[in-house]
């Protein structure tokens, strides 16, 4: 399922800025934790995030790896979480949005 409306992409901290950074080679290296560090003040980073839980991107989103996205839907799908309770646990949203989706 692809998510409509992107215009949430325009307000993203990444704007402008060279997207090899989102898209490093090695997990963990210095670029990743570089992008990861921009996501953190992002102001669309829940946004980012759900988009790419959705869409099953690559990359950093939403301040997050694609193993990391995995590792997460995993655990929602062990836990019976909804993404927004698992959110809360481990990216505790900016601002206040409506997540309700489900993956899978
Ligand atoms: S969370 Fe990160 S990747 Fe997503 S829009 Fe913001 S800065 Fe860009």
Redesign the pocket.
């Known amino acids: 399922m692809k998510i409509r409306g992107e215009i ?2 325009q307000y ?4 402008g800025k060279n997207q090899s950074i ?1 898209f490093p080679e090695h997990k963990g290296n210095s670029t990743e934790r570089l ?1 990861k560090k ?2 953190e003040e ?1 102001p ?2 829940v946004l ?2 759900r988009y790419a839980m959705l869409n099953e991107e690559q990359g ?4 997050t790896n694609d193993q990391e996205r995995a590792m997460h839907k995993a655990m929602i799908e062990m836990t019976g979480f909804t993404v927004p309770q698992y959110l809360q646990q481990v990216v505790p949203p900016p601002v206040e949005v409506e997540l309700n989706f489900s993956v899978g």
Do not use: D, P, Q, S
């Open positions: 949430w992409k993203g901290r990444c704007r989102f992008a921009i996501c992002c669309v980073r980012c995030y950093i989103w939403g301040g």
